[in-house]
Nanobody, 124 residues
Framework: EVQLTESGGGLVQPGGSLRLSCANS????????MAWFRQAPGGEREGVAS???????RYADSVNGRFAISKENNKNPLYLQMNNLSPEDTGIYFC??????????????????WGQGTQVTVSS
């Protein structure tokens, strides 16, 4: 079973940067989709960025050009580099794992393993 643990969240000022990590301590798969989602207080879980084992990436319009998702191989952690953060980026960030797709979805129901989340707060 895939077991995901996120880290790297915290409090950052507007315009600042953070790098989130997601480690898998369980079963690894050669072919996969992985993604970052976030959920603001009172809001729905929304997809931020996704990547597959062939390094095809997808970004939500709201973060394109500011965030970068990366993963070196099926054993190394998943990362999300977040730059030029704004208060609208505040929320709990989750990583997720699912079956391979040519371009991985940003819809939560396409993923079957989830981490517990890490809080990101952007505030002055």
């Amino acid at each position: 079973e895939v077991q995901l643990t996120e880290s790297g969240g915290g409090l950052v000022q507007p315009g600042g940067s953070l790098r989130l990590s997601c480690a898998n301590s369980g079963t690894t798969y050669r072919n996969y989709c992985m993604a970052w989602f976030r959920q603001a207080p009172g809001g729905e879980r929304e997809g931020v960025a996704s990547i597959n084992n062939k390094y095809a990436r997808r970004y939500a319009d709201s973060v394109n050009g500011r965030f970068a998702i990366s993963k070196e191989n099926n054993k190394n952690p998943l990362y999300l580099q977040m730059n030029n953060l704004s208060p609208e980026d505040t929320g709990i960030y989750f990583c997720a794992h699912g079956p391979y797709d040519r371009i991985c979805s940003l819809e939560p129901d396409q993923y079957n393993y989830w981490g517990q989340g890490t809080q990101v707060t952007v505030s002055s």
